[in-house]
């Protein structure tokens, strides 16, 4: 009698697990969703009455700028995933890599983060561009999100109101800064991607690269959280006058709920958990209305920017290809 060989084992395991976790998909989305849905009706609810009553202002020049940099931020995350995708060997050009991140990004509004990695994988197959190559970027860009985030959101702390709220121990974040600048080694984010590669039954990789691509990306990366913030801020200030004091945790609050919709994996694009998550990091600060109608109008903004992006990218390949 012989035996199964390995490889077709493997495809079973892989098989199972994706079965698995269609099956999860099903049960779980529906019921996060609403959860989800069932907590910001239930803030609604009870702030009601203040809402209604809140003396509002409109600000139509805040609102344009927070607009502009917002569209500015997304085209900015793209620039970066274009320039780490060049340096792993994608073989694009800037503008196409960019366009191919904005398209993929659709999918983010699927259940399950796995359609989005799919699509993205996919698009780039069509254009020649290895999986592994493309898989790589995408393990690269969720490790390099995290620990800019993280970064951003404990030097923030350091004038942040938040610490009279939650505590002093909040200071404790600063120490996370040095350990952030040793996890960006090359060595160490080869053994992350390494990692999850084994999961995925793929081969281990050897990374060619340098401290100096690490940290760039970082500090790109960490630049862009911090427009993010102004994007929230000039959107806040159309809203109500918001004191410039506040910007630290406004942008504690963007990276953190950022961050925190990343997790929450089976939610279509964190629908729900970001704004949650930036209410309740703001009210302390921040009027409850403002915080509630600021949070719903920032995922607003970020779809249109998004939208507005893929839009302008579109168009001027359209216009490319009609040219030639």
Known sequence: MTSRPRSAAKTDVLIRIVSLYRSLLRLITPLAVSVILLTIAVIIYQNWSYLVTFHWQVNYASASLSFLLCIATWLFYGLNWGVM???LGSGLTLYESMRLYFVSSVATFIPGRVWYIASRIYLYDREGVKKAVTSLALIMEVVILVLSATTVF???TLWSPLPQYVGNWSFLLLLIIPMIVVLAYP??????????????????????L?????????VLYALNWCVG???????????WTV????FPVILQGVCLSSVISQVFFLIPAGLG???????YLLSPTIPMPVA?????????????????????????????????
Do not use: H
Request: proline share 1%.
């Open 85 to 87: 995708t060049r340096r």
């Open 154 to 156: 404990a030097i923030a």
């Open 187 to 208: 060595s160490f984010l080869t053994a992350v991607v390494n990692f999850f590669l084994t999961k995925l039954g793929r081969e281990r990789i050897s990374l060619d």
């Open 210 to 218: 340098c401290y100096k691509d690490t940290l760039g990306w970082l």
């Open 229 to 239: 913030g102004i994007v929230l801020y000039y959107l806040l200030n159309a809203l």
């Open 243 to 246: 004191p410039s004091s506040c």
């Open 273 to 279: 958990v970001r704004e949650v998550t930036l209410v």
């Open 292 to 324: 509630i109608v600021g949070s719903l109008l920032f995922r607003i903004w970020l779809m249109l920017g998004e939208a507005t992006c893929l839009l302008l990218l579109s168009s001027r390949r359209k216009a490319l290809t009609t040219q030639k």
